[in-house]
């Protein structure tokens, strides 16, 4: 029996292909914690770091933009993941990658050009790590098992990030240099060592010429879609971006907040709102059609942001502040992920490169609104940043709802919006 037969046969019968050879999925889930520790690193601890080293805001905010980019283009590099090499091998040389390059991005914070150049890279490589993670694990489980997964490493991704949170700081403070940045390096690439004892299929025998032009035959027929072209359209808003939750990462001293409760904050506290904002949008789901629910989301989240101008700048107004903003956009990264889902219908051929083409369009935002919030606090400061923020999502959500209204009536399809 060839490869495919046998890939064939087991399909039908509802097998994964390697049986009881897999590890359980809660630990293949938890392999995602390497990525989250690079938006750790990126989000919380970088702008901690150029804060105290009295950095202004907007050259912060432009730095970290920089390094959120590749969420939105690495999309384009996904066919070089399907060839040459099987998928744990570019999984490890990616995470790999990241890490040693978010170590000299550690090493480099007083030169903010090569800084901003190093997260851009290391981000790139994570991206990269994940869409080869996720792309092979997720063709391994059996379909009972696939929303677990997807679950598990919602909880690798965000408990990754929270980690590194609270140790970096501590860590680059008390050991001496570079010794504090190397074990923060080998944190990053800690969780992908369970792949190694992970089943994982051979590549694709096309050249990667064949699959890039595969690929980009396939990106314009789901652009001419113009279901796609709407969905990206709703993605690429700023209605629910909610960028500013970077943009406080790096501002603790505008609250005289010390940097060991910042890093409590970015951990354990977004942690908890990730976990709430998340759980929150199933029951939700089920009332309210999900478009709309991702309008109302950005609305509410909006009207949060502009009432952080009236609370006093204390720890305690950061903490509400950090625990909010993530809360509200946990919420809106759920819904978003909900509305794609749906929108892939069954059997699709093209369903790999619509979900990373939704993913891309959903990253946009939060790397322009990074940057324009950064420019908004360096114009009218904190409350310019909180009425910039908040003002453009509420002003996006006022708009795109409309405009979903008036679609709705005029098809007929308000139930399916």
């Known amino acids: 029996m060839t490869l495919e037969a046998d890939a064939a046969a087991r399909s039908a019968q509802g097998m994964s292909g390697v049986g009881e050879r897999l590890p ?35 050259q912060i905010a432009m730095v970290t ?34 890490a040693a390059l978010m170590f000299l991005a550690f090493q480099a914070l007083r030169n903010l050009p090569l800084l901003a150049t190093l997260l851009f890279a290391s981000n790139l490589a994570t991206t990269l790590f994940l869409g080869a993670q996720s792309g092979w694990l997720g063709g391994l489980v059996q379909d009972q ?21 609270m140790l970096a700081i501590p860590l680059l403070r008390s050991a001496p240099s570079p010794l504090g940045a190397l074990i923060l390096a080998a944190l990053i690439i800690a969780p992908v060592a369970p792949l190694a004892f992970i089943p994982a299929p051979a590549p694709d025998k096309r050249l990667s010429s064949e699959s ?3 690929f980009l035959l396939d990106l314009r027929r789901l652009v001419a879609q113009p279901r796609v072209l709407q969905l990206i359209v709703l993605f690429v808003s700023p209605a629910a971006a909610f960028a500013l939750a970077y943009t406080l990462g790096g501002l603790g001293a505008q609250f005289k907040a010390s940097e060991r409760f910042v890093g409590l904050i970015g951990g354990g506290g977004v942690l908890l ?20 629910l991702y309008l109302l989301i950005g609305a509410c989240g909006a009207a949060f942001t502009l009432a952080l101008i009236a609370l006093p700048r204390t720890p305690a107004t950061f903490g509400v502040a950090m625990v909010g903003e993530n809360m509200f956009q946990s919420a809106a990264f759920t819904t978003m992920f909900t509305i794609a889902f749906r929108a892939l219908g069954e059997n699709n051929p093209l369903a790999a490169t619509q979900m990373s083409l939704m993913t891309a369009a959903s990253t946009l935002p939060i790397v322009y609104m990074q940057v324009l919030d950064g420019h908004a606090y360096g114009v009218s400061g904190l409350a310019g940043a909180y009425v910039f923020d908040g003002g453009v999502s509420l002003l996006a959500c006022a708009a795109l709802f409309f405009l979903l209204v008036r679609r709705s009536q005029e098809r007929g399809q308000d139930a399916q919006v």
Request: glycine share 12%; proline share 9%; with cysteine.
């Open 65 to 98: 933009g920089a390094g959120l980019l590749p969420g939105s283009i690495a999309f384009l590099l996904s066919p070089l993941l399907d060839v040459k090499l099987k998928r744990r091998t570019y999984a490890y040389v990616f995470a790999t990658l990241s």
């Open 212 to 214: 890039w032009r595969a």
């Open 273 to 292: 709102a990730g976990a709430c904002g998340s759980l929150a949008v199933p029951p939700l789901a089920a009332r309210v059609p999900p478009r709309r």
């Open 145 to 165: 098992a696939k929303s677990r997964l997807a679950a598990w490493s919602t909880v690798g991704n965000i408990g990754g990030g929270g980690v590194f949170a």
């Open 24 to 58: 359980p999925v809660w630990l293949m889930g938890l392999t995602t914690a390497s990525y989250g520790m690079i938006g750790g690193a990126m989000l919380i601890t970088t702008p901690q770091l150029l804060a105290a080293a009295a950095v202004p805001e907007p």
